[in-house]
T-cell receptor, first 114, second 114 residues
Framework: AQKITQTQPGMFVQEKEAVTLDCTYD???????LFWYKQPSSGEMIFLIY??????QNATEGRYSLNFQKARKSANLVISASQLGDSAMYFC???????????FGTGTRLQVFP | DTAVSQTPKYLVTQMGNDKSIKCEQN?????MYWYKQDSKKFLKIMFS???????INETVPNRFSPKSPDKAHLNLHINSLELGDSAVYFC?????????????FGPGTRLTVT
């Protein structure tokens, strides 16, 4: 069975600082994808970044990067130069090769303060 | 130019009623999904359809019936609503097959059953 674990229910970071949101996963699929989504207070789910299990390099998208450590089964999201607008819930998710469904973690609420 | 749209955004109804939520995507995706987000923000898949064919049905009560008239639409009909059905329901879409495709979410429908 696939499982995503986010152990940080809440995180605080000061504006312009970097922050790491933790995500560990468990799967027996040899091929899988890892995703991060942002859910601001307005409620929509916004796709941020994707990492494939066979990708050699860590994914980056602007201020977002994914610290992928396959042996440790972790896929942490790093947000650099935090902005007030980054305050939101962040969800880590996984999708196996042979399934269409995303398995989500419980989320981390990030609050950025001035 | 909304990619995935849902109507209505808010739905307040009484126990025992029947209601529907509509979803449309204009991304040309083959696969559409319904997810439920509970009061603790936990997201779980309910159904997925690929080209109008039901692919995933995740132990959802029979009172929930998805219908896909074409691959751009996936509606969710709920019979005999119960208090526990109160949640945010998200529609999503993606390309089919392969773990590398992110899912794009609609804005969500907040269902409140009184």
């Amino acid at each position: 069975a696939q499982k995503i674990t986010q152990t940080q229910p809440g995180m605080f970071v000061q504006e312009k600082e970097a922050v790491t949101l933790d995500c560990t996963y468990d799967t027996s699929d040899p091929s899988y994808g890892l995703f991060w989504y942002k859910q601001p207070s307005s409620g929509e789910m916004i796709f941020l970044i994707y990492q494939g299990s066979y990708d050699q390099q860590n994914a980056t998208e602007g201020r977002y990067s994914l610290n992928f450590q396959k042996a440790r089964k972790s896929a942490n999201l790093v947000i650099s130069a935090s902005q007030l607008g980054d305050s939101a819930m962040y969800f880590c998710a996984m999708r196996g090769r042979n399934t269409d469904k995303l398995i989500f973690g419980t989320g981390t609420r990030l609050q950025v303060f001035p | 130019d909304t990619a995935v749209s849902q109507t209505p955004k808010y739905l307040v109804t009484q126990m025992g009623n029947d209601k529907s939520i509509k979803c449309e995507q204009n991304l040309g995706h083959d696969t559409m999904y319904w997810y439920k987000q509970d009061s603790k923000k936990f997201l779980k898949i309910m159904f997925s359809y690929n080209n109008k064919e039901l692919i995933i049905n995740e132990t959802v009560p029979n009172r929930f019936s998805p219908k896909s008239p074409d691959k751009a639409h996936l509606n969710l009909h709920i019979n005999s609503l119960e208090l526990g059905d109160s949640a945010v329901y998200f529609c999503a879409s993606s390309h089919a097959q392969g773990s590398s495709y992110e899912q794009y979410f609609g804005p969500g429908t907040r269902l409140t059953v009184t």
